[in-house]
């Protein structure tokens, strides 16, 4: 009798610890590079500081809102699976050919040319990797079983540790290196670490569970706008043939979708549902002629969180603040701790990082349950307003910064070092953590609250989609950023001297500050009127009950 041995099931931590490993190297070397590319840029590149910061903006742009590429090719081709092994071997070649540009055997210009294709290049595949690892990891595990289940409630831990981990081993150790060693050597470092990742996730392919392309949630969204516009004369009395309710088409490869009941916002959409007489002869519908009630309702859930999404984009240009001139304040304070050591500017972004892991808990264990009683809701208090109270916090981020931007200035006067822009100012770069520890604390209300609302209101075979609105909200704030310096610096060149020169001393960062903590308030005004007229998907599986 022959021996059939069954081969071991696929998924599961055994295959889950591999995915990890990515993107703990992943995290690594993206902070690695992006902590300290405003140094780079100001101290060897020799920018501007306005032209440094804004390049640092364009390029957190492009790696945020490529990810919208990423999820798009994930969802409808290629699979979370082949995505993330093309996507991190890119991101894997941005950073070789950033290490070379970083050596003295090249010119100068040719290392500038090489230097910005590079990072574009691991801009891409930062956007490739970051919308499909976290739930490829997270297709490992079964939900069927209870076991799986509770694994993958313990994976989510370990996640966010390992990403917390590797970003706060790259900020303090790379960023040194970088600084008091070399770059060539400080940018090498997460580069072998992405390899030896990227070897270590190819080594654990054969244990993976792959799921299979579903179909694009754009496509989805596409379907009812172009089948509406289409319609846009029909009414359901005139086609005489009623409405379409079937979801058969729009489930697809055996998913299940949530029911949506009819509602009256955007009508302009059912249009897309009405079947007129060429829909009718049709052997077999046409996703872009005739679309389900359901699938519209899924498109108006998306289509009510836009207010809400654009209201975030103001607490995403302070967010922009920490990886520029938060940096570059640091760079001219007394930085010393002891004789000889001395704290690398960059590596004050682990703050916020550290201010979130020690309030979490906090948050959790006693506001929660303080909140719950008052409130009466499970989560103590809505997401929307989590996500205020996140805006609200990020103005007095700002606001903070620009006081103590001014204390900076007033000692650099009276010791007379104005003139003087690679003078250490005597002011300990202390006073710079409680605008690190207050951004933390607007990281913790508005990103999570964020991400809660987006995968919480979004249908559920959109949620990639929720996913990307909001990283996608972090790249738009930091090319607004950009915008708004180009702006400050065009009007105050034209009253006299612009606000932000290279001499810091000379600038009126302060001013700037005041200025981005003025549009802040105007957006929480607007986005308080936004929160009180959203209307929340009350078939989810968690529902807010309160605004």
């Given amino acids: 009798m022959?021996?059939?041995?069954?081969?071991?099931?696929?998924?599961?931590?055994?295959?889950?610890?591999?995915?990890?490993?990515?993107?703990?190297?992943?995290?690594?070397?993206?902070?690695?590079?992006?902590?300290?590319?405003?140094?780079?840029?100001?101290?060897?590149?020799?920018?501007?500081?306005?032209?440094?910061?804004?390049?640092?903006?364009?390029?957190?742009?492009?790696?945020?809102?490529?990810?919208?590429?990423?999820?798009?090719?994930?969802?409808?081709?290629?699979?979370?699976?082949?995505?993330?092994?093309?996507?991190?071997?890119?991101?894997?070649?941005?950073?070789?050919?950033?290490?070379?540009?970083?050596?003295?055997?090249?010119?100068?210009?040719?290392?500038?040319?090489?230097?910005f294709s590079a990072l574009y290049i691991t801009a891409l595949g930062e956007g490739g990797h970051k919308p499909c690892v976290q739930t490829f990891a997270a297709d490992q595990f079964d939900e069927n079983t209870p076991e799986q289940?509770?694994?993958?409630?313990?994976?989510?831990?370990?996640?966010?540790?390992?990403?917390?981990?590797?970003a706060t081993i790259a900020v303090l150790v790379v960023v040194y290196v970088e600084d008091n060693i070399s770059w060539t050597v400080g940018f090498a470092i997460p580069t072998l670490a992405v390899g030896l990742a990227l070897s270590i996730f190819i080594l654990g392919s054969s244990t993976y569970r792959k799921e299979r392309p579903v179909g694009s949630p754009f496509t989805s969204v596409a379907q009812v706008?172009?089948?509406?516009?289409?319609?846009?004369?029909?009414?359901?009395?005139?086609?005489?043939?009623?409405?379409?309710?079937?979801?058969?088409?729009?489930?697809?490869?055996?998913?299940?979708?949530?029911?949506?009941?009819?509602?009256?916002?955007?009508?302009?959409?059912?249009?897309?549902?009405?079947?007129?007489?060429?829909?009718?002869?049709?052997?077999?519908?046409?996703?872009?002629?005739?679309?389900?009630?359901?699938?519209?309702?899924?498109?108006k859930l998306i289509l009510r969180l836009i207010p809400i999404w654009v209201c975030t984009f103001a607490y995403a240009i302070i967010v922009a603040q920490v990886h520029t001139f938060f940096i570059k304040q640091a760079s001219t304070m007394n930085r010393s701790i002891g004789p000889k050591f001395q704290i690398p500017p960059a590596s004050l972004q682990v703050i916020p990082g550290i201010a979130i892991l020690l309030c979490l808990p906090i948050y959790d264990k006693f506001l929660v349950?303080?909140?719950?009683?008052?409130?009466?809701?499970?989560?103590?208090?809505?997401?929307?307003q989590r996500i205020g109270i996140g805006i609200g916090l990020s103005i007095l981020t700002i606001a903070t910064a620009a006081i103590v931007e001014s204390m900076r200035l007033n000692v650099a006067s009276k010791h007379g070092l104005i003139d003087d822009p690679k003078a250490t100012i005597p002011i300990s770069v202390g006073w710079l953590v409680p605008q690190f520890v207050i951004m933390g604390l607007s990281d913790m209300f508005a990103y999570v609250g964020m991400q809660e609302l987006f995968y919480d209101q979004m249908p559920e075979d959109m949620r990639s989609m929720g996913s990307a609105l909001t990283n996608g909200a972090l790249g738009i704030g930091a090319f607004m950023s950009t915008?708004?310096?180009?702006?400050?610096?065009?009007?105050?060149?034209?009253?006299?001297?612009?606000?932000?020169?290279?001499?810091?001393?000379?600038?009126?960062?302060h001013q700037f500050y005041w200025v981005l903590a003025g549009f802040c308030a105007l957006d929480l005004v607007l986005y308080v009127f936004a929160a009180r007229c959203f209307v929340w998907n009350r078939t989810a599986h968690t529902v807010d009950p309160l605004v």
């Fill in 225 to 299: 706008v172009v089948s509406a516009i289409r319609k846009r004369h029909l009414t359901e009395m005139s086609s005489g043939r009623g409405l379409y309710y079937s979801d058969d088409d729009v489930a697809g490869h055996g998913l299940q979708v949530l029911k949506l009941a009819p509602t009256n916002h955007f009508r302009c959409l059912d249009k897309a549902t009405v079947i007129d007489d060429r829909d009718s002869m049709m052997k077999s519908r046409n996703g872009w002629r005739l679309c389900s009630v359901n699938q519209v309702e899924e498109v």
């Fill in 149 to 166: 289940r509770k694994a993958k409630s313990s994976f989510f831990n370990w996640w966010y540790l390992g990403i917390v981990v590797g």
């Fill in 483 to 509: 915008a708004i310096i180009s702006a400050v610096q065009g009007i105050t060149s034209k009253w006299g001297n612009p606000w932000l020169v290279n001499n810091l001393n000379l600038a009126h960062l």
């Fill in 2 to 115: 022959e021996n059939h041995q069954l081969s071991p099931p696929k998924g599961g931590w055994k295959s889950a610890i591999f995915i990890i490993f990515v993107e703990m190297a992943e995290r690594f070397a993206y902070y690695g590079i992006a902590g300290n590319m405003m140094m780079y840029l100001t101290k060897v590149m020799e920018e501007p500081v306005a032209t440094a910061a804004k390049n640092v903006n364009s390029w957190n742009g492009v790696s945020s809102l490529a990810l919208f590429i990423g999820a798009f090719f994930a969802d409808s081709f290629l699979g979370r699976f082949n995505t993330t092994l093309i996507s991190s071997s890119v991101f894997l070649m941005g950073l070789m050919l950033l290490t070379i540009s970083t050596t003295t055997t090249i010119p100068q210009h040719a290392r500038t040319a090489l230097f």
């Fill in 369 to 384: 349950p303080t909140f719950r009683n008052l409130t009466k809701i499970p989560s103590g208090i809505t997401s929307v």
